[in-house]
T-cell receptor, first 116, second 110 residues
Framework: KAGVTQTPRYLIKTRGQQVTLSCSPISGHRSVSWYQQTPGQGLQFLFEYFSETQRNKGNFPGRFSGRQFSNSRSEMNVSTLELGDSALYLC???????????????FGPGTRLTVT | AQSVTQPDIHITVSEGASLELRCNYSYGATPYLFWYVQSPGQGLQLLLKYFSGDTLVQGIKGFEAEFKRSQSSFNLRKPSVHWSDAAEYFCAVSGNQFYFGTGTSLTVIP
């Protein structure tokens, strides 16, 4: 079974631009979560989507948004990029159905975003 | 509030030596606990998980972890480290979202 895939793997953008990152979950997984990873802040939860609905959201500004399609693929968008948005963005999928915590997440390789 | 603490930012061990990475969690209910490993420039790979039952869980690559409720700990161990184990290790607890520790960087010296 194919793993979680993320595209593109690397991106360089200019401050003020916007960017869209894509994530395809493991087949059969309907839950997709996004994380931002930086050396200073570690792994921070952005949001989770399940059945095309945002189910949980982390503490990020409204410039960070996402969506999920009927095939469970997900995209996240960052508008008005800032230098501090430079990070590795990780997507994870799981079998999670309800809100219980007994689920494991499988991660993609990430998209490395550099904002100049 | 849920949180995970990994007290050791960086650990260096000799190849063939034993390894223990520490993890302490704070969670109000039954914790679901995980260890992940991340190689440079890569995503996170699940090493092992604890949901319930036997408090000593076995994972991939020869790793194991022991859940100790009284100490709120979930330490990762390996009896003999290989050079390929050099990576970043993350402990996590799940609730309505995952909460990750800040990670422990492992260096293996020959």
């Amino acid at each position: 079974k194919a793993g979680v895939t993320q595209t593109p793997r690397y991106l360089i953008k200019t401050r003020g631009q916007q960017v869209t990152l894509s994530c395809s979950p493991i087949s059969g997984h309907r839950s997709v979560s996004w994380y931002q990873q930086t050396p200073g802040q570690g792994l921070q939860f952005l949001f989770e989507y399940f059945s095309e609905t945002q189910r949980n959201k982390g503490n990020f500004p409204g410039r960070f948004s996402g969506r999920q399609f009927s095939n469970s693929r997900s995209e996240m968008n960052v508008s008005t990029l800032e230098l501090g948005d430079s990070a590795l963005y990780l997507c994870a999928s799981s079998h999670r159905q309800g809100q219980a915590g007994s689920y494991e997440q499988y991660f993609g390789p990430g998209t490395r975003l550099t904002v100049t | 509030a849920q949180s995970v603490t990994q007290p050791d930012i960086h650990i260096t061990v000799s190849e063939g030596a034993s390894l223990e990475l520490r993890c302490n969690y704070s969670y109000g209910a039954t914790p679901y606990l995980f260890w992940y490993v991340q190689s440079p420039g890569q995503g996170l790979q699940l090493l092992l998980k604890y949901f319930s039952g036997d408090t000593l869980v076995q994972g991939i690559k020869g790793f194991e972890a022991e859940f100790k409720r009284s100490q709120s700990s979930f330490n990762l161990r390996k009896p003999s480290v290989h050079w390929s184990d050099a990576a970043e290790y993350f402990c996590a607890v799940s609730g309505n979202q995952f909460y990750f520790g800040t990670g422990t960087s492992l260096t293996v010296i020959p």
